[in-house]
């Protein structure tokens, strides 16, 4: 069963800093990985979606890498800003036993302080 | 723009009574859709598998008879909670991916407030 995890849960930095979220699954035959954004009490904001061929996405700041391999994927914010405030939810499709599925991560909550 | 509609956004009802919410698949059809359940700082658990022309699937600890789930159509997909309880307040989110190496799109959610 695929299981997926995230580190940090929770994660506090001062403006303008550089900051990397991890997060990691257990069957390493997924489909493709997705990072999400969510506002509180808020739906989901896709960032970037990553292939299993691929090693890494960017869209302007964001910049996520994925070694499937090892079942691992970061997702790196280059100059936070206080707007990025938000959770961060890793989110894996596919699996040996998962097929289409999309499993999420717990989701790492980020603060960035002005 | 969307591709993926869900409905209502938001809902209060009283315990006992059911409450339907429906996703709809706008730009494409969907022949499988997954149904989530997020309860607060928590993150978004896998309830059921719905699949057109089939029962759905559901994952394990969630009671397929209190959440009825109908694949209505190619691009509809409806979840009812029946028999409301407070504990069933949560945030409950769809989703349809249109093909397996495609991302998945989500609806917006419906926040459901049993009381």
């Known amino acids: 069963k695929q299981e997926v995890t995230q580190i940090p849960a929770a994660l506090s930095v001062p403006e303008g800093e550089n900051l990397v979220l991890n997060c990691s699954f257990t069957d390493s035959a997924i489909y493709n990985l997705q990072w999400f954004r969510q506002d509180p009490g808020k739906g989901l904001t896709s960032l970037l979606l990553i292939q299993s061929s691929q090693r890494e996405q960017t869209s302007g700041r964001l910049n996520a890498s994925l070694d499937k391999s090892s079942g691992r994927s970061t997702l790196y914010i280059a100059a936070s800003q206080p707007g990025d405030s938000a959770t961060y939810l890793c989110?894996?499709?596919?699996?040996?036993?998962?097929?289409?599925?999309?499993?999420f991560g717990p989701g790492t909550s980020l603060s960035v302080i002005p | 723009g969307a591709v993926v509609s869900q409905h209502p956004s938001w809902v209060i009802c009283k315990s006992g009574t059911s409450v339907k919410i429906e996703c709809r698949s706008l730009?494409?059809?969907?022949?499988?859709m997954f149904w989530y359940r997020q309860f607060p700082k928590q993150s978004l658990m896998l309830m059921a598998t719905s699949n057109e022309g089939s029962k759905a699937t559901y994952e394990q600890g969630v009671e397929k008879d209190k959440f009825l789930i109908n694949h209505a159509s190619l691009t509809l997909s409806t979840l009812t909670v029946t028999s409301a309880h407070p504990e069933d307040s949560s945030f409950y989110i769809c989703?349809?991916?249109?093909?397996?190496?495609?991302?998945?799109?989500f609806g917006q959610g419906t926040r459901l407030t049993v009381v």
């Open positions: 730009d494409f059809q969907a022949t499988t």
């Open positions: 989703s349809a991916p249109s093909r397996w190496d495609t991302e998945a799109f």
């Open positions: 989110a894996v499709r596919g699996g040996e036993t998962s097929y289409d599925k999309v499993i």
